[in-house]
């Protein structure tokens, strides 16, 4: 199977796809439906999503699976679909990405917390083997562990992952710029721990998404590569912060304004740039515009 890393280390600058959440919200997805039943039910939605992505220029596109733990699926009932679920999504993704693109197995944290004990070290692992199985099943290149908070279920996860399949492993964290301009993910957890934790867990990419816009990523790839030089770094940046304006969430990031930044954010360190909440397939085509005048 082709690696992402590879074509990475010739060189290349490459391109994600952006928003899925937002997206299927469009499309009539309703607050307390399971999005990853989408898979199953409305395949040929989701695969218009990818599709999108893909004629906007993306090199890579993700699947439809961020809440497909054993733990979120049981919420609406589906906890013993996990296997289903996410193999359909990665056949959709795979489908819109053909032989030449590459697709990333999304997974994303269960809502279970460590610190409270409400889920053990050995329950998150075979929860994460298990959804990143079910992933390369369905031909994804890699898994994409993504909007992690908390540091030690984000190892579990790499580590899950990395032994349980042959997929090369990605992880991102969320982050928040706090008082005196310093960035933590809500468990306090900063980027330079990131890198620390998660390129020895086994982690073959890192990076950060969704919480903030372009513009505050590029200092969290800075921190990064003061840990880091090597290790391969994506960025799935929002729209802007979210607005809420006449009773509907908006993001104020024109594909423009996400556009004008890129170049300095891969001349900070990073590798793979993209989008999350609010970015569209027109924000994904001028990001690709803007890689290809590097």
Partial sequence: MKKI???LQNGHVMVSDGAWGTFLQQKGLIPG???EEWNISRPGDVLDIAQSYIAAGADMIE????????????KYGFGDRVFEFNKAAAEISRKAAGPERFVLGSVGPTGKLLMMEEVTEDELYEAFKEQSMALEAGGVNAIMIETM?????????VKAAK??????????MTFQKIIGGEFRTMMGISPSEMTATIVEAGADLIGTNCGNGMEDMIGMVKEIRTVNSTIPVLVHANAGMPCFVDGKTTFPETPEDMAARVSTIIAAGANI????CGTTPEHIRKIREAVGTL
Avoid: M, Q, Y
Avoid at 163 to 172: G, I, Q
Avoid at 273 to 276: A, D, E, L
């Fill in 33 to 35: 439906e399971c999005p």
């Fill in 5 to 7: 890393t590879a074509e």
């Fill in 273 to 276: 740039v993209g989008g999350c």
């Fill in 63 to 74: 699947t439809n699976s961020f809440g497909g733990s054993r733990f979120k699926l049981e």
């Fill in 163 to 172: 032994e349980n399949t042959r997929c090369e492993v990605f992880c991102t």
């Fill in 149 to 157: 908070t908390d540091l030690e279920e984000a190892r579990i996860a």
